[in-house]
């Protein structure tokens, strides 16, 4: 069956960076995109950015181009999110996600912490 | 400040029929169709209706989805207590390049 699997909960100081892993399963990781989206304690969702698998292409969101790193390993079937100058409010709950049946979001990493704090 | 506007919170009794709004503009709803996610505490999102109003295969027929111009509605009939969760809608917006947005979640509570 479909699996995404993430890396165990992280903690950073203030200007450090975080990198959370995404094993995929079950599916063929080259056919389709992976999402990465966060929810701050409390909040609602925050979508940050997609990869290409088959090409490593990238797009991210707006507001953290020059701060995020979308990256793949073929080989491992698993895909990287690298979050860089961290800071107090990038505390959050960081998943994974793909579209594989349909166009949204319809399997999901079982989310990472990542804790910001000095 | 989302893009996308949704009521904090909702309730409703067992058995009865609730329906949760979003409004957004003709940049982001008025464009693309609309999908809803479940949330309970501690887990994942789970998606519940994409294209605005197709469900997922294992998604009870209770949840049904709508879009009329700007605005979406997620409906939830004959409510369990199972169903209490946050709810969240989502779509693109043509003035963040056709990234995604998100409303801030509607907690629904089943008194």
């Known amino acids: 069956q479909v699996q995404l699997v993430q890396s165990g909960a992280e903690v950073r100081k203030p200007g450090a960076s975080v990198k959370v892993s995404c094993k995929a399963s079950?599916?063929?990781?080259?056919?389709?995109?992976f999402y990465w989206l966060r929810q701050a304690p409390g909040q609602g969702l925050e979508w940050m950015g997609w990869?290409?698998?088959?090409?490593?292409?990238?797009h991210y969101a707006q507001k953290f181009q020059g701060r995020v790193t979308m990256t793949r390993d073929t080989s491992i079937t698993t895909v990287y999110m690298e979050l860089d100058k961290l800071k107090s409010d990038d505390t959050a709950v960081y998943y994974c996600?793909?579209?594989?049946?349909?166009?949204?979001?319809?399997?999901w990493g079982q989310g990472t912490l990542v804790t910001v704090s000095s | 400040q989302s893009m996308l506007t949704q009521p904090p919170s909702a309730s409703g009794t067992p058995g009865q029929r609730v329906t949760i709004s979003c409004s957004g503009s003709?940049?982001?709803?008025?464009?693309?169709?609309v999908a809803w996610y479940q949330q309970v505490p501690g887990t994942a999102p789970k998606l519940l209706i994409s294209?605005?109003?197709q469900r997922p295969s294992g998604v009870p027929d209770r949840f049904s989805g709508s879009k009329s111009g700007t605005s979406a509605s997620l409906a939830i009939s004959g409510l369990q207590s199972e169903d209490e969760a946050k709810y969240f809608c989502a779509t693109c917006d043509d003035s963040l390049n056709g990234d995604w947005v998100f409303g801030g979640g509607t907690k629904l509570t089943v008194l």
């Open positions: 003709s940049s982001n709803i008025g464009t693309y169709s």
């Open positions: 294209s605005n109003d």
């Open positions: 079950g599916f063929t990781f080259t056919g389709y995109y």
């Open positions: 996600a793909s579209s594989l049946v349909v166009d949204a979001f319809d399997f």
């Open positions: 990869l290409n698998p088959n090409s490593g292409a990238t």
